[in-house]
């Protein structure tokens, strides 16, 4: 009893202590017992510890346009992210994706201090850039009808279609109703490869025809009418000329002309024209070539010249060569090959006339530069001016006078051996001959005739030394260079010396000749129409 009476004593004295407090102490005294509570709890059972548990993705390689699952789990964490185009996202989760490309992800878990990072990635597999379907149905259509065009491409995300269409998705169709015939195309890009395929929707039209265009009578006397006839498809203009006009597709006309008339018919139709011809004859005798000219008498290659005539009291006229049967009337341009005489013919009942008008081609050579065919020496490098005239090499007597020209005879590097009391023969006459050897002496002495007659010779000293000919008076020219002659060695044999030489180059001073505007060229029936400095223009005569 007494131990009961102790425990009941002491309770009711720490009651009435507790209740003679003030109540900011029991307050306080509340406060501290709560946070040695917590403490407590917190050393018996410490926080969880931020942690990623798992992040993958099933499947982890899809084809493009499937779906992946994306699963997460994260304990410890005040906030949890996921990128890319994720953001904020539950502790706990799973997402269906589908990218467009191969995407590596990221999982960012936090708990205020401490930060965990854990990625995954998507593996979208590549499909090759490929066009495997662009088709019309139908591909032939009458005006006004529609047809469906059907495409199939992968690789890409978007196609272009051309004209009209525009950007579409990778696997489509779309209903067209071309005006006309159209090709469409379909092109794709990877960024770096492309690929283009086309298709064409072909739309029937009527053709533009000039089905038929006659006279009846075709001859008639003087005061007689002759009847027009014609039948046109799929033209918006039909016109006759002379003095009918607009008519028709289909139609007669009655005509009376006071002379032979060429009728001409002219179908139009979007930019484009086709035409006939029909004759009313009126016979009256011969026919009258009024005129037939060209308006310019010389061209150059390429350039065009007019021819130009008037005919009266013709039943038919023709221009060969190139332009057979022609208006009575007319102009055509022309642009020949050559030079080219036009022969005109207007022909009535019996009765034939003809005239003729030439148009001449202008032909060009230029002055060049050239290097000596032998190139060793005292040659290398050194160059001489040549003009090429119908097919031959000519060379100016002196650079400053390119008018005064001779024929190039020769220009080689060939090695020749001249024995002692030879001539080689050069061309044109010309010879080059050895006099005398000096071995001992390493001399030779060189004659150079024409047509066997002496022009002049030289003792050269020395192997490896080049003879040039110099002559004056030739075309009011003096010092002109005429023979270049390099002598490469000299032998003594046991029965014969011989000089070889390697390096020959000659011009025919012989028949050297001066041109001037409206000279003829030598040998041929052409004649210079205009030369300087640089150039020779020359055409037939």
Known sequence: ??????????????????????????????????????????????????????????????????????????????????????????????????????????????????????????????????????????????????????????????????????????????????????????????????????????????????????????????????????????????????????????????????????????????????????????????PDIKYFESSLDVIEEGESSTLSWSVSGASKVTIKPELGNVAFTDSRPVSPGKTTTYTLEAVNGDETVTETTQVRLLYTAEYEQVKYAYQEGDWYGKKYTVVELLGEKYAPLKDTSRNKLAGLVIDDATKYAIRTGEAFDLGNGYALGVKQIDVEGDRVWLEFTKDGDFVDDELIIGTGSTWEVKLNNIEGENDVVVLRVHVNQVFQGAVDSIVQIQGIWLIDFDDAFTLQDGDKLPGNEYYVWESGYDYIKYTEV
């Open 1 to 286: 009893m007494n131990g009961k009476n102790n425990k009941k004593t002491t309770l009711g004295w720490l009651k009435s202590v507790w209740n003679s407090l003030p109540n900011v102490l029991k307050l306080l005294t509340f406060v501290s017992t709560i946070l040695a509570i917590i403490i407590a709890l917190k050393t018996l059972f410490p926080a969880t510890p931020c942690e990623i548990d798992f992040f993958d993705a099933n499947p982890e390689a899809i084809e493009p346009g499937e779906n992946f699952t994306l699963r997460w789990c994260v304990t410890g964490a005040t906030k949890v992210t996921i990128e890319p185009g994720i953001g904020e996202v539950d502790s706990r989760g799973t997402l269906t994706l589908s990218p467009a490309k191969t995407t590596t992800y990221e999982i960012l878990a936090s708990d205020g201090k401490v930060e965990k990072v854990d990625y995954c990635t998507v593996t979208v597999k590549e499909t090759a850039l490929e066009i495997k379907i662009f088709e019309a149905s139908p591909d032939t259509l009458e005006e006004g009808e529609s047809s469906i065009l059907s495409w199939s491409v992968s690789g890409c995300s978007k196609v272009l279609i051309e004209p009209e269409v525009g950007s579409k998705e990778p696997i489509g169709t779309i209903s067209v109703s071309p005006s006309k015939t159209t090709t469409y195309k379909l092109t794709v890009s990877d960024g770096g490869k492309k690929e283009v395929k086309y298709c064409t929707v072909v739309v029937k039209q009527e053709v533009l025809e000039i089905k038929s265009f006659k006279a009846n009578p075709e001859f008639i006397e003087s005061g007689e009418d002759s009847t027009l006839s014609w039948l046109v498809s799929g033209a918006s203009r039909v016109t006759i000329e002379p003095d009918i006009g607009p008519v028709e597709y289909s139609g007669i006309s009655v005509v009376s002309p006071s002379e032979t008339t060429i009728y001409k018919l002219t179908a139009y139709d979007d930019g484009k024209e086709e035409t006939a011809y029909c004759t009313v004859a009126v016979e009256s005798g011969a």
